[in-house]
């Protein structure tokens, strides 16, 4: 069974600071995602991640793919405030794409 | 672009009514539409999955006779929680996908369902 697990689940940070979220997965998979959801609102595809090594960017987050570690990130440069929200990373489960999200991580940045 | 639809965004009703939620993809053919449950403070949790044409794919755990699935087009699949109860109160997020191995998920808004 595959599992996802995220930590930290609640991260307080300061604007300007940089920081990491870190995503890990139990089985096998070549896809992974990130999202952010906004309180009471629907998901926000942010980064999709297909193979090993894969680094992609935008804007003050960085996300990146480690297959044999089973280990996703999500880094977080320079925070600010517009950032704050829940940000989940997903695996793909192998059949019919169907995605296993970790618990999320409620990311709050204060001035 | 690729937009997912869901309708209503938010429901309250009573104990022992039927829901319907529907999910259409605007501008594209969703071969595969998920369906997620999400309780507060929680993470998303697949209920389940349904291909156009075909009986849905549950979970374990979730309900086949409670939370009947439809997908006849390849734009609109619904979701009916038949004879809800406050412990169905949830937010209710369905996605959709092309054909393919490695086509993303478009989400929803989500669907609000509040059962008093």
């Known amino acids: 069974e595959l599992k996802v697990e995220q930590n930290p689940l609640f991260l307080s940070m300061q604007e300007g600071k940089n920081y990491t979220i870190y995503c890990n997965y139990s089985?096998?998979?070549?896809?992974l995602y990130w999202y952010r959801q906004d309180p009471g609102k629907s998901l926000e595809s942010l980064f999709v991640l297909l193979s090993n090594g894969a680094v992609k960017q935008e804007g003050r987050l960085m996300a990146s793919l480690d297959t044999k570690a089973r280990l996703s990130t999500l880094h977080i440069t320079a925070a600010v405030h517009d950032l704050s929200a829940t940000y989940f990373c997903a695996v793909d489960r192998g059949s019919q794409g169907n995605l296993i999200f970790g618990k999320g991580t409620k990311l709050s940045v204060k001035p | 672009g690729a937009v997912v639809s869901q309708h209503p965004s938010r429901v309250i009703c009573k104990s022992g009514t039927s829901v319907k939620i529907e999910c259409r993809s605007l501008?594209?053919?969703?071969?595969?539409m998920f369906w997620y449950r999400q309780f507060p403070k929680q993470s998303l949790m697949l209920m389940a999955t349904?291909?156009?044409?075909?009986?849905?794919?549950?979970e374990q755990g979730v309900e086949k006779d409670k939370f009947l699935i439809n997908h006849a087009s390849l734009t609109l699949s619904t979701l009916t929680v038949t004879s809800a109860h406050p412990e169905d109160s949830s937010f209710y997020i369905c996605s959709a996908s092309r054909a393919g191995r490695n086509q993303p998920q478009h989400f929803g808004d989500g669907t609000r369902l509040s059962i008093l």
């Open positions: 501008d594209f053919q969703a071969t595969t």
């Open positions: 349904s291909n156009e044409g075909s009986k849905a794919t549950y």
């Open positions: 089985t096998t998979s070549d896809r």
